[in-house]
């Protein structure tokens, strides 16, 4: 089947002057893709780009008068904002119509949406943010990114399953799950971390037991669990840290090379090194633990950024994730009986 | 008054061959300054360095005949091991002997042996690990980074008013305190941050509110207050994503550079990038709350890094921080009376 995205056209920062574009531009990367935009039909042919006339059998676009606001509560959103492109993308996944939901929206919203409309997976509680990061091997999905900031053991019990399972579909055999934990001798963590131990020690996932916050990007295994609070703050440390080290490199070779010749030798590789660094390329976490695929990017995406969640939406959706899921809660929770 | 300092010569993974080398490179930089060395006699004179022979009246060696293991209960450290070189070296600052003990060992065994021979400041619940990290425009006082992975809303306002003491006695003038929170429009944080925020609005210090991971490094504010197990992984994740970040350089103008004209023009430049990101320059974390100055050492360090920890227990004494600290501490105190 030829996967179909849907793609809220009204979120984020810069709304369609941005989502449209990267839309179009990742249909013409992707030839077997076609997408539903959904928002203000005015707004979204007006901010089509010339390359799109020849692919309007490709995409179609839904009329939705209604947006979320970045920051609206989301039973606000839920209870008053039926028609609203975030919304109304989530439906197109529901019927059927599309294999993805795309959203650079209010991410307490569109988790509460998803939630009510594709619901849970059986056998797990809430859903998990999740990415794959770079490391200095490959890389290392690490959930939760910053859906639950308050987490019981039996919930990073889930996300170690969801996590494993999304290793696997990407061509890890058997993959290797951690906790995130603290590496002070006296205080190996706090009781969430060590009651979740236990449990995985029991089941039938691959776990390797504890790693600490540089494991992530060392590599040490494939999939680091941790609740939703400590998620959001490595990750949001973490692309800190990357743009001051970007800053430091600026100074200092400008500094530097004021010699032509070094500088011209330089300014590609420099390039390739931020390029690499450059967490857009990272734009894109999935909603896991839902019966269909989500994928929420930050709202401050721009259209490189964008593009990169749109792929992985494509990606995700091909590989069938939240069916996986589902099969291997259900394993887990025969386990305990 | 000239400053003596207290070094644990046995501490860490290395032990006196990196310990004493780096300390008496510290004497030959810092004329003014003395030490205490305590630990195994033998080993500590067998690793003095030539120059140690010059500089006889400004060192002093404490024989000790017990070491604290890196893995040894801190419960077990402080009953057996009252001779070791961590605990007399502590017993040196308690007797007034030196303004500040530096250890790179143990670090749940460094803070109860701390607490129970320097004992806490009035009104201070428990000690906290705090560090200066670089940032775009400064640097940013972070704590806990690590001492306590559960924590209560009051602890975090402990840590608030440590942390702007701290950067008050660096030179800023009221300095910005946040807590560090997590950016989800719905779970704006989880009760231990929103408790303490209700505390801080009401207090004396300059309360700016949350902050996200990247403010860390982006200086958004002088003092960056969360509980210890977020610290400590925003501290680890950080050093781990540098560590990628100097591995990417390093492939990305090994490929390039063939050439030797703009090799050697780059050499310097990214050899100066190395030195500005690299996590051993920030080496040397302080135990605030304690009736004494502690610093804490990577138990990983090198020469170097230690050399920066040594440095960093000087400068803390002169500034009399657990001092003001306790002012502080009791002020606030009244003000809830």
Redesign the interface.
Known sequence: MKPTLAVDAMGGDHGPAILVPATIEFLVKNPDASVILTGDEDAITSHLPAESKQLQDRYSIVHCDQVVE?????TRAMRNKKNSSMRVALDRVKAGDAQACISAG????L??MARFVLKMLPGVDRPAIVQEL???NGSTVMLDL?????CRPEHLVQFAVMGSVLAEASGIKSPTVAL?N??????K???LVRQAAEELRQSSINYYGYV???????GTVDVVV?D???G??????????????S???RE??S???G?K??AL??T??LN??RA??DHRRYNGASLLGLRGTVIKSHGSADQVAFGYALQAGLQESSRHVPELIGEQVLALLQEHD
Chains 1, 2 share one sequence.
Not at 70 to 74: K, N, S, T, V
Not at 146 to 150: F, P, Q, Y
Not at 232 to 245: D, F, H, P
């Open positions: 970045m920051d609206e509560a989301p209010n991410t307490g919203a988790m509460a770079p490391s200095m910053g859906a639950n900031s308050e995130l603290i590496g002070s001798e006296e205080v963590g706090n009781d600490e916050g540089n494991d992530i990007y060392e941790c939703g609070f400590v959001n703050v490595a990750l949001k440390t973490s692309e800190g840290i990357a743009r001051m080290i800053q430091v490199m200092e070779f500094q530097e090379l010699s010749v070094a030798a330089a590609p590789v390739r090194i690499r660094i």
